[in-house]
C-alpha cells in the first residue's frame, strides 16, 4: 500500500544514517491502511520521509518489522532512544538502522538488500548460504536435479558448523499443556522465532530468535507473556551458560542426524529413509 507524497520522494544516501528499524508489531497480521496509519503515528516524532513494512520475500507476510527514514539524523536519533514507543497496544522497539545492521553484522548473519549499507558490498543469499555450509534454496518453481543412483557419483553432505550467537536464547517456563503451534506463536510476539526447542510433557524449553532480541524479550515480558486463548502465562528469563551449551549440544545432534537421514537417502537412491526411525524424546521446530 502507497502513501501519497505532496512532493516526489527523491532517494539518497543519506537515507541509511536518518532511518530507524523498529520491531514488535505482530508477524503475519495486516493491518488496514497499515501504511498511512503508521506513517501518521511516526510524525507525531518528526517528518517521515518514507516508511516500509518488511515483509518474507517468499511468502510476502508482514514481518512485524519497520523501516522508518525521518527527515534529519536528529529526529531518527530521537525517535531510536524511545523506550515508551506503542502503537495499538504493542510495544515498539526502535533501534537506529546502522546498529540493527551492525548486530547482525556481527552476528555473521545474512544482510537483507533493505538494510544495506550504502557504498558497501555484501554477498547474495546463494553466496551466504555456500560459505556457511547452507542449502542452497531452489528458485520459486524450479524443481530438483534427480539424484545420482550411482553411489559413487553421490555427494554426500557434512554438518554445518553450530556457533553459538549471542543474545538470542531465552528460557520460558510455564508451558503446561500448551501445543508447539500456540507455544511457537506465543513466543513469536517477542520476535521472530528460529527454534523452540521443549521436551515431550515439559512445562519449560528454550527458545531461539533469529535476531539478538533476548535481553528485550525478558524486559518486555517481565510480567509474563499470556498465550492466546488459554489461561497460561510464560515466563521468560535468561539462559545460564550451562543450559546453553546444552541447547548448543542438541542443535549440533538434530544436525547431524538430519543429515545423517539425507545422505542414506542419496545412497539408497530411492528417496526413502533407510533401516527404521527412532522417535526423539523431545520437539524441536523450526520457524520459516
Known amino acids: ?29 495486516e493491518y488496514v491502511d497499515a501504511s498511512e496509519e503508521l506513517t501518521e503515528f511516526f510524525a507525531q516524532h518528526g517528518e517521515v520521509a518514507l516508511l516500509r513494512m518488511r515483509r518474507n ?11 522508518v527514514e525521518f527527515g534529519t539524523v536528529e529526529q531518527a536519533e530521537a525517535v531510536a532512544q524511545m523506550t515508551d514507543l506503542e502503537f495499538e497496544g ?6 537506529m538502522l546502522s546498529a540493527y545492521h551492525d548486530e547482525k553484522m556481527a552476528a555473521d548473519e545474512y544482510i537483507h538488500p533493505e538494510l544495506c549499507k550504502p557504498g558497501q558490498t555484501y554477498p547474495t543469499f546463494e553466496e551466504w548460504c555456500v ?38 536464547l531465552v528460557k520460558f517456563t510455564g508451558a503446561e499443556g500448551i501445543a508447539i503451534d500456540d507455544l511457537k506463536k506465543a513466543l513469536g510476539a517477542a520476535g521472530n522465532v ?28 517481565a510480567e509474563g507473556m499470556p498465550v492466546e486463548d488459554s489461561a497460561v502465562v510464560l515466563r521468560l528469563e535468561a539462559v545460564n551458560a550451562e543450559d546453553e551449551s546444552a541447547f548448543y549440544e542438541r542443535a549440533k545432534a538434530a544436525s547431524e542426524a538430519a543429515i545423517a537421514r539425507k545422505n542414506a537417502q542419496a545412497l539408497n537412491g530411492n528417496g526413502k529413509r533407510s533401516g ?11 520457524s520459516n
Do not use: C
Open 131 to 168: 560459505a556457511h555450509g547452507r542449502e542452497v534454496p531452489l528458485p520459486r518453481g524450479a524443481k530438483p536435479k534427480a539424484v545420482e543412483t550411482k553411489k559413487s557419483k553421490v555427494k554426500l553432505l557434512t554438518p554445518k558448523e553450530i556457533v553459538a550467537v549471542p543474545n538470542v
Open 57 to 67: 520475500p517468499k511468502t510476502k507476510a508482514f514481518k512485524g518489522n519497520l523501516l
Open 1 to 29: 500500500m502507497r502513501v501519497r507524497r505532496k512532493e516526489p520522494f527523491v532517494e539518497s544516501d543519506e537515507w541509511f544514517s536518518r532511518t530507524v528499524h523498529v520491531k514488535g508489531l505482530p508477524y503475519g497480521q
Open 90 to 95: 504493542h510495544k515498539l522497539a526502535p533501534i
Open 276 to 286: 527404521g526411525q527412532s522417535e526423539s524424546s523431545s520437539k524441536r521446530t523450526r
Open 194 to 221: 528460529k527454534y523452540v526447542d521443549i521436551q515431550d510433557g515439559a512445562t519449560e524449553g528454550i527458545v531461539r530468535f533469529k535476531e539478538p532480541v533476548a535481553e528485550q524479550a525478558i524486559e518486555s515480558y
